[in-house]
């Protein structure tokens, strides 16, 4: 039985308040677009790289940013913990994209200011993502998560710790995720990918998210780090 003829088709749903997961939300030719662009993306200078983390250890996922660079735990105009170039533009179809995304799953009273930082993580086979919060922004805009790829199992707990309770929701290919309001820093993580699982026509091995955010900061006139040291925030 295909994905397209399951028993119980999937739906939306609001895993906590303001947190909704909207299956294939992205259709065959959107995935395949942003899968393009992601390429384009990784591509140096500015292009993706291994994370590394102040006590010396690297996550297993790759990433790249867009608008503004993540480090832990702040953010800065170049990638100062790679090739030290500038990172890249944040494209304003992507912004469009993440209100579209934030309408469609939180309701058009949800809007927000303009979003200006994407984070892309390539999960393999093996890589995982830690219980963690997006904290480094000064914004509580919503966080908007796309996936593209094979199918991960997206754990989404709660604001108080990285213990339970928490819920595993099942993202796949051109699944949306968006989490705002008292959800907005609930701890969440990857503690599994599928391998093998991405759509056969899209032609990717192993999971891409695409992490869409407001900062609320402005570019520091002389290019120095925006620090946000209390954050914990790869996804």
Same mark, same amino acid.
């Given at each position: 039985m295909s994905m397209d003829e399951e028993l119980f088709p999937r739906s939306r749903a609001e895993v906590a308040p303001g947190a909704v997961h909207l299956p294939d939300w992205l259709d065959p030719d959107a995935q395949r677009e942003l899968l393009e662009a992601c390429r384009a993306w990784a591509l140096p200078p500015a292009g993706m790289r291994t994370v590394r983390t102040p006590g010396g250890g690297t996550m297993t996922s790759r990433q790249v940013c867009l608008g503004w660079h993540w480090y832990p735990y702040r953010y800065a105009r170049t990638v100062v913990d790679g090739d030290g170039t500038p990172v890249k533009p944040f494209p304003a179809w992507l912004?469009?994209? /993440?209100?579209?995304?934030?309408?469609?799953?939180?309701? $058009?009273?949800? =809007?927000? =200011? $303009?979003? *200006?930082?994407a984070l892309i993580n390539f999960y393999d086979a093996d890589a995982r993502? #830690?219980?963690?919060?997006?904290?480094?922004?000064?914004?509580? =805009? $919503?966080?908007?998560?796309?996936?593209? +790829?094979?199918?991960?199992?997206?754990?989404? #707990?709660?604001?108080? %710790?990285?213990?339970? &309770?928490?819920?595993?929701?099942?993202?796949? @290919? !051109? *699944?949306?995720?968006?989490?705002?309001?008292? %959800?907005?820093?609930?701890?969440? /993580?990857? &503690?599994?990918?599928?391998?093998?699982?991405?759509?056969?026509?899209? #032609?990717?091995? +192993?999971?891409?998210?695409?992490?869409?955010?407001? @900062? /609320?900061?402005?570019? &520091? @006139?002389? !290019?120095?780090?925006?620090?946000r040291i209390m954050g914990d925030s790869p996804s």
């Open positions: 912004d469009e994209l /993440g209100r579209r995304a934030v309408a469609d799953t939180l309701g $058009p009273e949800a =809007a927000t =200011a $303009p979003y *200006d930082i993502m #830690g219980m963690h919060r997006d904290s480094d922004e000064k914004s509580d =805009a $919503p966080v908007v998560s796309l996936s593209l +790829g094979d199918t991960c199992v997206f754990r989404f #707990g709660n604001t108080g %710790s990285r213990s339970r &309770p928490y819920t595993d929701v099942e993202l796949r @290919s !051109g *699944d949306l995720f968006v989490f705002g309001g008292p %959800s907005r820093l609930a701890y969440h /993580g990857v &503690p599994r990918v599928r391998a093998g699982t991405a759509p056969h026509e899209l #032609g990717l091995t +192993g999971r891409l998210n695409v992490t869409l955010r407001v @900062s /609320g900061f402005q570019a &520091p @006139s002389d !290019g120095a780090p925006h620090e």
